[in-house]
């Protein structure tokens, strides 16, 4: 299944620093430009897209912090 240019982005994010884990904000600012708010669930739909499409693996959350890449250590 084929990546939207945002999920794509925020892929790209997230892999760029294996294990590194980033916050909503951080992600809004970087994917979205600081478009949303940081109480909006679009990094949440985002991630959700993305597991669906490449596997569970893809992205750890770290409850209450935020998203990383799996340094796969």
Avoid: C
């Avoid at 240019?5 to 590194?20: I, T, W, Y």
């Avoid at 600012?29 to 693996?57: I, P």
């Amino acid at each position: 299944m084929a990546l939207t240019a945002k999920e794509f982005s925020l892929l790209e994010v997230l892999a760029s620093h294996p294990g590194r884990v980033y916050t909503r904000d951080e992600l809004i600012d970087r994917v979205w430009d600081g478009r949303f708010d940081a109480e909006s669930n679009v990094v949440d739909t985002y991630v959700r897209n993305l597991r669906r499409k490449l596997g569970d693996e893809v992205v750890q959350t770290m409850r209450g912090v935020g998203y990383s890449f799996p340094d796969g250590d």
